[in-house]
């Protein structure tokens, strides 16, 4: 299904997409014109507008309880964890302490370890440790693209199980969260494809960016997803804990290698081909980056990954896949463009509430569509502030994170980070659209793990 992939990409007509916001700005402030005035407050509104419905709705929908009367070992199925690990030899010994203590029967438990033919030094920490023998080892050899899903794609060849779940170096995943899928797996129709758990940050106290990263993962696993899971809306999966059952993932052709961000490819294309996605309220705690230049580096791949998508889903994949309701057609058009494209044009929005153009216009007149368009602009960029931080608390709340009113006055500097690592993505799309920016873990500095069952 090469549609799918992100191998060949034509970018020129997207990079067209991206830049029109700001060419109409340039030319308002150039030629002055009303035209020019109402084209650039007309697509600031059919980009902000939709974002704005989507956080709006799924705000205000609670969390599904976790599962209950869990199976026993008699009854689960044989499960595959697929740990992709590409110089992570420092943090291998906890690694594989913590997923030999997961809550299910060694039987019926395959944990594979996908390592990279050139990474010698986190084969041999492996073949170092203790624990050795309970696991899986596949080399993937030496090829393009060097991306975790081109690993993950070899690892699905060797997988046993009925369901597979992905796991990262540095994930903490609470002991019984294979049970909880498996129960829900169990109770639910072939149709759903994939079960997404949530992600939190245990070294959230080691940095500034490290705790706006804990806040940004606590709205988008513990409020957007649960909410897109009850509209039954297409769900961009996270890189980790996405419980997949393999029938489903053999159905729609796996990860693709070639894209930066396979998890949100993946929970797009299993919506395409009529797979459900459910949530489940079990954790894994994950390292946060706690440097700028790491922090910048994966955001800007992770961006580049949305772009990807968003020209696969949007603009090719014409011919298969498409048999879905309008509904859902609209659903996966927002979820492929909101996260990056608000990034994009946050200063944008700003600039066009303030009414910055009439100050350096030095026309303060207040014409008749000029001074509504302000209004609007400073209603939904107002708006935009009331609803972000309606779900930053309710976010918190559910974690029990303790809020400061300096976490609200630092989502201004951290929102114009996330801007400028969305236009470095857009650049970087252009010219290196496939390469793998990796991040590196064993940095934390602080640990703040909490068991099952978090504050709902």
């Known amino acids: 299904m090469p549609e799918f992939s992100a191998a060949d990409l034509k970018r020129g007509s997207f990079l067209g997409l991206m830049i029109i916001l700001p060419t109409l700005f340039f030319l308002e402030l150039a030629f002055k014109t009303e035209f020019w005035t109402t084209g650039l407050y007309v697509f600031s509104s059919l980009f902000a507008v939709p974002s704005l419905l989507f956080k709006a709705a799924v705000t205000h929908v609670r969390n599904d309880p976790t599962p209950t009367g869990l199976l026993d070992d008699s009854k689960l199925p ?3 964890i697929l740990l992709p690990l590409h110089r992570e030899a420092e943090i291998v010994p906890r690694l594989l302490d913590h997923m030999l203590k997961i809550d299910y029967p060694r039987s019926k438990l395959q944990i594979i370890l996908l390592i990279e033919e050139n990474d010698k030094i986190t084969r041999e920490a492996i073949k170092s440790s203790s624990y050795f023998s309970y696991f899986e080892t596949v080399i993937c050899p030496e090829g393009l693209p060097k991306t975790k899903p081109r690993a993950l794609a070899i690892g699905q060849v060797y997988a046993r199980g009925e369901f597979i779940v992905v796991f990262d170096a540095e994930d903490l995943p609470e002991p019984q969260q294979l049970r909880r899928a498996a129960t829900i797996f169990a109770h639910a129709s072939p149709r759903l494809g994939c079960v997404q758990a949530s992600l939190a940050i245990y070294n959230r106290k080691d940095s500034w960016l490290a705790r706006m990263f804990s806040y940004e993962y606590a709205v988008l696993f513990d409020v957007i997803i649960p909410g897109m899971a009850r509209f039954s809306m297409p ?7 996405n419980h997949l059952r393999r029938s489903a993932l053999s159905a729609v052709q796996g990860w693709d ?4 961000t396979e998890d949100a490819d993946l929970g797009l294309r299993l ?6 996605t459910h949530y489940l309220s079990s954790t894994t705690f994950e ?8 922090w910048f580096q994966q955001r800007t791949r992770w961006f580049k990954g949305w772009m990807q998508t968003s020209i696969i889903h949007l603009g090719r994949a014409k011919r298969l896949g498409l048999k879905r309701s309008i ?11 909101t996260s990056f494209v608000t ?9 066009l509430a303030t009414g910055f153009i009439d100050l350096i216009n030095h026309d303060l007149s207040g014409q008749l569509f000029r001074e509504k368009g302000v209004w609007a602009m400073l209603i ?5 502030i009331a609803i972000s931080f309606i779900m930053l608390a309710r976010a918190a709340h559910h974690r029990s994170y303790r809020l400061r009113f300096s976490d609200f006055l630092l989502q201004l500097p951290y929102s114009l980070l996330k801007t400028a690592a969305a236009w470095f993505a857009l650049f970087e799309l252009m010219v290196a659209p496939s390469h793998w920016r990796k991040t590196p873990h064993g940095r934390a500095r602080n640990f703040e793990v909490k068991s099952d069952g978090i504050k709902a």
Do not use: D
């Open 287 to 294: 390292e946060a980056p706690n440097e700028f230049l790491v």
């Open 257 to 260: 290698p070639w894209n930066v």
């Open 235 to 241: 769900i961009p999966l996270g890189g980790t804990s």
């Open 78 to 80: 044989l499960y595959t």
């Open 380 to 384: 939904l960029l107002l708006s935009h």
């Open 343 to 351: 990034s994009l044009y946050h200063p944008l929005l700003i600039i």
């Open 327 to 337: 509904w859902m057609r609209l659903s996966i058009a927002l979820i492929a463009t």
């Open 271 to 276: 919506s395409r081909f009529g797979y459900e």
